[in-house]
């Protein structure tokens, strides 16, 4: 593991010169490969949380040890980074044209980053890797096409969208909208040999498709090592079903003569990615098919009986222990993390996934512990489990509050943006307060927060409102409100109008306040509304309900200064028009109210009838109705004549408003 968070920042080249020197020196088998690789990696993770920082760093590098090779290396590895980012994980239909257009010029940056690198160490190996991965996504690029087949070397590079649309986006990697002649000079005069080698040789004698340029890399590198299993490793993860390819021609490449320079054992590495696609789920949802449950549990354990090295065993483990936990086998799940636990990194969700597992076990083994210590500098996630579980004691973990601040301050430095409650390593361990008392995680909770975590801070909002500290609670909501939490924005504005409603505070000061707290109501509006059409959710919808009715609250309630009742009116009367009956039942009191100067009883009954005529049966209705129709003769026969105005008239909210 390398600490490029660390080092990077702090300039520590010889650090790092010693660390990726020993690592290239080692990767001569199967693990001394991964773990080169994973350093490789690694500054893929780090680009993703340091951005334009990171390039800025490896020039510097590059500029103090001019005879490195590494920092060439990981530029390669940079540029991948930022390709990922913009080309997304979304299916090819929904990529938009401007990240189109953004994964096409840093995969021209790569190109040349790789190019250039080559040029200087026809051995880094590594970095054909990340070559593959955008030759699979969006294959190669024309003009380096050319100067391959051709040999006609570029003069300048092509802009692959308007700048008008791109060159913000592009400004975050450090990548220009049009690289132009500059960029071209710095590459030199001829592919380096390895590229123009026996791997040329035989692309020329294939058809020009996706499929020969893949394995025209994959033999570039075999050129660099003849074992870079790694690289082959890649090769067949994009010969899955998914990415246009088959089982069956997965495993027939593992038997084919390009694969004979491998063992036994490595060949296995090779057709596990056949086997464990067989077994993995890309559905989650199919798994709620008992049958399929049951199938996929067997073929994990027919796998188990495959020979494979002991990484990927644990692998498949892992994946069995999510099944059994599907399953409701929580004793079977713990029984398969025990294997996994020590050999196996963990992705974020695999991190999720564990600490449920875990909190929903009898015996709280010592195995998420060792989940957390293999992960806690690979990611966010990791770090905030490791932190936890110094801070707390649990899980074989030793006690260290001290060092856990320092894990709970890195796991948010880690994380890309710490306001996104999705990417929050604080929110991923939300089960734990699901079984244990708040205060063992309310130094998480506080720390995280002090840093800028929005969950932590909503999580310290919620402790604090429990415990009945109300200016306490409202300091860490408006933190997270600030941050873009819609449900800490909400909570600011109900919370803050309780002493007005209590009469602990009035006049000017009570205007003031009500003034506030409405202006963080109408934020988590527009947020909650943005949140819930980009992603859905019942939770969302609900919160949505809840914000919506606030403004009814201050509108029919007495309490509220007069301003604050005014303001909300014309967002009332827009959820109304829209057919919310809560609100209409607002409006009905607010315009029947002999008392206030905005009384308007025809807008009153008006809004009754709306009212009935959606949901005669709402129990609110009669309050509003009884205090419009009155009790006396005239009053009524007042209501009687509004009734039918409005009936004539046109019912507002209502899709067919004629009766």
Not at 370 to 391: D, F, K, M, P, T
Request: include cysteine; aromatic fraction near 10%.
């Amino acid at each position: 593991m390398i600490d490029y968070d660390t080092c990077m920042p702090q300039r520590r080249w010889d650090d790092l010169e010693r660390t990726l020197t020993a690592l290239r020196e080692g990767a001569h088998d199967g693990e001394g490969q991964q773990n080169y690789v994973s350093a490789y990696h690694e500054f893929s993770a780090y680009t993703a949380r340091s951005g334009h920082a990171a390039l800025d760093q490896l020039r510097q590098w590059q500029a103090d040890r001019p005879d490195s090779r590494f920092p060439a290396l990981l530029e390669v590895a940079y540029w991948a980074s930022w390709f990922e980012r913009y080309r997304g994980s979304d299916t090819a239909d929904q990529v938009t044209p401007a990240m189109w257009a953004c994964a096409h010029t840093v995969q021209d940056a790569l190109f040349c980053a790789l190019i250039k690198l080559l040029a200087r160490d026809p051995t880094a190996w590594p970095a054909i890797i990340s070559v593959i991965y955008t030759v699979a996504a969006i294959g190669e690029p024309d003009w380096w096409q050319r100067w391959l087949r051709d040999d006609a070397r570029p003069d300048t590079l092509p802009s692959h969208g308007r700048a008008s649309d791109i060159s913000e986006a592009l400004a975050q990697s450090g990548a220009a909208v049009v690289p132009g002649q500059q960029h071209c000079r710095s590459l030199p005069s001829l592919l380096p040999q390895v590229l123009r080698g026996d791997a040329l040789a035989w692309r020329r004698q294939q058809s020009n498709d996706g499929h020969a340029a893949l394995e025209y890399w994959l033999r570039v590198a075999f050129a660099m090592d003849p074992l870079a299993v790694e690289v082959a490793c890649t090769y067949i993860s994009f010969r899955m079903p998914r990415w246009g390819g088959s089982w069956e021609e997965m495993l027939a490449f593992v038997d084919s003569p390009l694969c004979e320079r491998f063992d036994e054992n490595d060949r296995n590495v090779l057709r596990f990615f056949a086997w464990f696609d067989e077994l993995e789920v890309d559905d989650s949802s199919q798994l709620e098919d008992p049958r399929v449950l049951k199938h996929h549990l067997r073929l994990g354990k027919q796998l188990l009986q495959r020979p494979l090295p002991q990484n990927l065993r644990g692998r498949v483990h892992k994946y069995l222990a999510y099944l059994e936990a599907r399953n409701d086998r929580i004793d079977a799940a713990c029984a398969h993390y025990v294997i996994s636990a020590p050999l196996n990194h963990y992705q974020d969700w695999e991190i999720i996934r564990s600490v449920s597992t875990w909190c929903a076990s009898g015996d709280k083994g010592i195995w998420l512990g060792q989940i957390a210590e293999v992960n806690r500098l690979e990611h966010a996630h990791g770090a905030a489990l490791y932190g936890l579980l110094c801070q707390t004691g649990w899980a074989g973990v030793a006690r260290n509050p001290e060092v856990a601040e320092g894990w709970f301050e890195r796991a948010v430095k880690m994380t890309a943006d710490p306001t996104d409650v999705a990417l929050s390593p604080i929110n991923a361990m939300a089960s734990f307060a699901d079984h244990f008392e708040s205060e063992a995680l309310l130094p998480m909770w506080l720390k995280a927060a002090g840093h800028g975590d929005a969950s932590a801070q909503f999580c310290c909002g919620n402790y604090f409102e429990l415990g009945t500290d109300r200016p306490q609670a409202l300091k860490y909501f408006r933190l997270a409100a600030d941050n873009n939490h819609e449900v800490a924005m909400y909570n600011v504005a109900s919370l803050s109008l309780i002493p007005v409603r209590d009469g602990e505070i009035t006049g000017a000061q009570a205007q003031t306040v009500a003034t506030q707290a409405l202006d963080y109501l109408d934020r988590a509006l527009a947020r909650t509304e943005q949140v819930l059409e980009s992603s859905y959710s019942e939770f969302t919808e609900g919160q949505l309900d809840a914000v919506k009715d606030l403004y009814g609250t201050v509108l029919h309630s007495d309490w509220p200064p007069l301003s604050a009742r005014r303001r909300v009116v014309p967002q009332l009367l827009k959820f109304a028009h829209e057919g919310r009956i809560n609100a209409m039942i607002s409006l009905a009191w607010w315009y029947g109210d002999k008392n206030l100067p905005d009384y308007q009883h025809l807008e009153a009954v008006r809004w009754i009838e709306a009212a009935r005529h959606t949901d005669p049966d709402n129990e609110y209705l009669e309050g509003a109705r009884a205090l419009v129709e009155g009790d006396s003769f005239w009053s009524r026969l007042k209501f009687g004549f509004a009734q039918r105005k409005a009936k004539r008239e046109g019912l507002p909210g209502q899709a067919d408003t004629m009766l």
